[in-house]
T-cell receptor
Framework: AQSVSQHNHHVILSEAASLELGCNYS??????LFWYVQYPGQHLQLLLKYFSGDPLVKGIKGFEAEFIKSKFSFNLRKPSVQWSDTAEYFC????????????FGKGTRLHILP | GAGVSQSPSNKVTEKGKDVELRCDPISGHTALYWYRQSLGQGLEFLIYFQGNSAPDKSGLPSDRFSAERTGGSVSTLTIQRTQQEDSAVYLC????????????FGPGTRLTVT
């Protein structure tokens, strides 16, 4: 069965620090990978996604993620965080070309100190 | 509408009562999902609809939970004989089901069972 593991449950950083949130998945086949973000009081929204091609994916607000197939990982990165990045971040995975089996990780709460 | 809407936004109910939660997806979206978000548990997949059919009901936590979708649009999640452990935020998402598989989330219904 598919599963998604987010290693960090709660991360606290100062502004301008670099960020990396870990995500590992387990699934034997080809996958689609996603990062979603939920800002305080707002809906979940898509941050970035990987379907195929370049394993380094650029998303909104300066975020990027790298798909490393051999490690079953899809870590989220940002070189310099801002206070407005305070949010909860969810990694998600689905089998390639299927929209019925999207499994989310438990989320990482990111708190940026001003 | 412009986005996914859910009603009610908040629901407080007594243990043992039945509740109905409603989701209005984005017009034209064929895929609809229900999730449960509990503190520290991330997003728990409940059920997926493609059109009016739900090919996968395996995520429903017990037979007290049921869901239906009519006219390929509005969906209702029903919880019978609510228990305190049902307290959570219930999220609905919809997707066009084509190419991107991006899910658009609603604001959720916060259910509190007293």
């Amino acid at each position: 069965a598919q599963s998604v593991s987010q290693h960090n449950h709660h991360v606290i950083l100062s502004e301008a620090a670099s960020l990396e949130l870990g995500c590992n998945y387990s699934y034997g086949g080809t996958v689609n990978l996603f990062w979603y973000v939920q800002y305080p009081g707002q809906h979940l929204q898509l941050l970035l996604k990987y379907f195929s091609g370049d394993p380094l994916v650029k998303g909104i607000k300066g975020f990027e993620a790298e798909f490393i197939k051999s490690k079953f990982s899809f870590n989220l990165r940002k070189p310099s965080v801002q206070w407005s990045d305070t949010a909860e971040y969810f990694c998600a995975v689905s089998p390639m070309n299927r929209d019925d089996k999207i499994i989310f990780g438990k989320g990482t709460r990111l708190h940026i100190l001003p | 509408g412009a986005g996914v809407s859910q009603s009610p936004s908040n629901k407080v109910t007594e243990k043992g009562k039945d509740v109905e939660l409603r989701c209005d997806p984005i017009s034209g979206h064929t895929a609809l999902y229900w999730y449960r978000q509990s503190l520290g548990q991330g997003l728990e997949f409940l059920i997926y609809f493609q059109g009016n059919s739900a090919p996968d009901k395996s995520g429903l936590p017990s037979d007290r939970f049921s869901a239906e979708r009519t006219g390929g649009s509005v969906s209702t999640l029903t919880i019978q004989r609510t228990q305190q452990e049902d307290s959570a935020v219930y999220l609905c998402a919809s997707s066009s089901g084509v190419l991107t598989y991006e899910q658009y989330f609603g604001p959720g219904t916060r259910l509190t069972v007293t």
